[in-house]
């Protein structure tokens, strides 16, 4: 057998994530390696928790980048938080609060699940109850950004509550730093995590995270040991708190490192209030354009992600051979619908680098031309003049 | 504040690992971000399975790279393999034996300890005794190449014991894959992880595993559900499993699987046997020129790892002091002492791609110089003729 070098198709990056890199985070990335330990590295992993800061909005010391992807982000709070027998309220309305069932059982807490139908945000109303009837709830944990369904569920409220009822929260925030506003201090967040492939339009495989001082103190005093040992925040501190002295705990992915801290710095030259503009701009011009061709919404608008449209797919059309086409024909990526949503929606992400006029302007283009050849029920040519309307 | 891109500064990288990564990976990994369910990605990840059977020897269907660092792979192993109660044998004679033992108990396993001396092997007949003493062991776990100490403990004996007392074995091979045999089917090692950025040369952030037929079986027949949702192997199958069709369980760490795809290329360019003979020659060089010096191993000849090189720091020798003089004025990274040994060893890797002529010559140039300046009691103007005489 031979092997040859892998060289990757040329994409554009439409779908739930990752979204397009820029040329310059993929050229940080390529950096000679230096060790996890040398001290011009540990100056920069001081500068990523620094921007990291930035980007969650808050001054919490303990902020960093777990070394694995948002799903290991996800675990590090709940395994962290979570002690055997402790109660905690998951909201569910669509696959990642799903994940987050799975996590409180895993780690031996009781799940108190409050539901809301896919497609439709976390109902406060129901929390509230949940919150009443258990007054020994510990934590509340909902999503933010629901990837799976592109529903926007309000933090403000939700902490808020939290908070008035001697509950932590912990927020999946995966899908939403960069591109919308994320106000962990103003809103009180105890624990939250990130991925790096969204709206940072990083490489996929690290999980940004940030604990209050609250939740701080309520991991240092657990009764029991954290369940993972490559998780234990006790531990990974030794690598990532405070000062200069850092110990050995695992190797840090060095190089997945110089790609967030560019994206980062990309982020922060921007100016996030900026970042959180252009996504609801290109969202709106998306929107324009997707009603002029008939399409519709699966979300309220009320509720809608800027960074990630649910399309319901028009009837009669094949779901997967489109989103093939699109990928062979054009080399653009959309997403699939997961679960309920499995055949009925598509996930059309507008994030980060690929939140943009042209990724806009394609994506119409490509969909009306797609959608005519299946003979799907579409108006053709307005879409284009309705986005640059908002766009320019 | 503002905030630059960062430039690291060049090293050679001669410590526990990183190892230095050659610019065919750090440019394999700088290739166009593609989606983790693109079916060119897919093709990709086929081969990186077929190549990592290749490194580690094996024909198990169930190999692939866990999407973080070394300590992940080793804690996949122990939480898919263990459940509450389960005892487990293992073997401590450094740091990464210690981890194992946290490992145990956080998945509810009940360790019994064998343990051997810093820079000592693992004592088979220690490990017999264990077993004849607990006929319900379930695993025996143990580390083929301490890190932490520089010893080669022998999987061919310590697994065929386990298989003799009808126990699984699980094996950390993280600095031995790529650097000198690891044989998992003639073996019969029945789990076992291994890192990227040692023997492989590839950047950190993956951990290379490879489960036993035997060992899936177990997985499968679990009473309990694995305490990581991440980790669980009967969910990342889904993704990394056999066929054409990969469900989506968490987002890969789409271009580190580049770079480990180019670095695995080149591993079978070479030849594994040829890398291995490559990392004993480069090894036996430097011995003979630490030698001619007058510097001395920290552990017997017939137990040294080629790869890492555990050497006594001379008396009266600053250790912290010479690393750093190491450091700012040649770029040479060689790494420190843990536990037990901190202060005492050096660590000198000559790992994948820091296995060569240029590492050996260089490493000694510095210390020579280094030492000599330190006062230290070492000879002096011998050790590279000594060591030519090896490599050429």
Redesign the interface.
């Known amino acids: ?1 031979t ?9 554009t ?1 439409m ?1 739930p ?2 979204s ?2 820029h040329p ?1 985070v ?11 330990l ?4 540990i100056g ?1 992993m001081d ?1 990523v928790k ?2 990291l800061q930035y980007a969650f909005q808050t001054e919490n010391p303990l902020t960093f980048p777990v ?6 982000g ?2 590090t709070c709940f ?1 962290n938080l979570i002690e055997a027998g402790d109660k905690v309220i998951v909201c569910i309305n669509g696959v990642f609060g799903m ?1 987050m069932k ?2 409180v ?3 031996g807490g009781i799940p108190i699940v409050v539901e809301d139908a896919w497609g439709r945000p976390v109902d406060a109303n129901k929390v509230e109850d949940a919150l009443k009837k258990n007054p020994d709830v510990k934590i509340v944990a909902f999503v933010q950004a629901e990837t799976s369904t592109g529903v926007h569920s309000d933090p403000a409220v939700l902490c808020k509550l939290a908070q008035n009822y001697g509950a932590l929260s912990i927020v999946d925030a995966v899908t939403s730093v960069g591109g919308m506003p994320v106000l962990v201090d103003e809103w009180g967040v105890d624990a939250i995590y990130s ?1 790096t ?1 969204k709206c940072l339009s990083c ?3 690290l999980s940004p995270v940030t604990f209050s001082p609250r939740a701080m103190e309520v991991m240092k005093q657990r009764k029991s ?6 998780l234990d925040m006790n531990l990974v501190m030794g690598y990532w708190g405070e000062g200069k002295s850092r110990s ?9 490192l ?2 967030l ?2 994206s ?2 990309m982020l ?2 921007e100016g996030i209030e900026n970042a959180w503009h252009r996504h609801a701009k290109n969202h709106l011009a998306l929107k324009v354009g997707l009603e002029a061709m008939g399409l519709r919404f699966a979300v309220d608008e009320a509720h809608r992600l800027p960074q990630l449209n649910a399309i319901v797919i028009p009837e009669g059309v094949d779901d997967a051979k489109l989103r093939s086409q699109a ?1 062979e024909r054009f080399g653009l ?1 959309i997403g699939a619908g ?1 679960g309920a949503f499995a055949g009925k929606i598509w996930r059309i992400g507008l994030m980060g680098q690929s939140s943009s006029p042209r990724h806009v302007i394609m994506c119409l283009t490509v969909l009306e031309s797609l959608l005519s050849d299946a003979k799907a029920d579409i108006e053709c040519g307005k879409a284009i003049d309705a986005a640059q309307k908002i766009l320019f």
């Open positions: 057998m092997f040859q070098s892998f060289n990757p198709p040329l994409r990056l779908g994530g990752p397009d890199v310059r993929l050229s940080a990335m390529a950096r000679p390696t230096v060790g996890h040398d001290p011009s590295f920069m500068e620094t921007l070394s694995a992807p948002g799903s290991a996800m675990e395994a994940r799975e996590n059982e895993r780690c991925g492939q490489v996929p495989g040991k954290v369940q993972s040992w490559f050995y705990h695992h190797t840090a992915p060095v190089n997945t110089y790609a801290h560019e980062l710095v922060h030259n990928l990526e997961l």
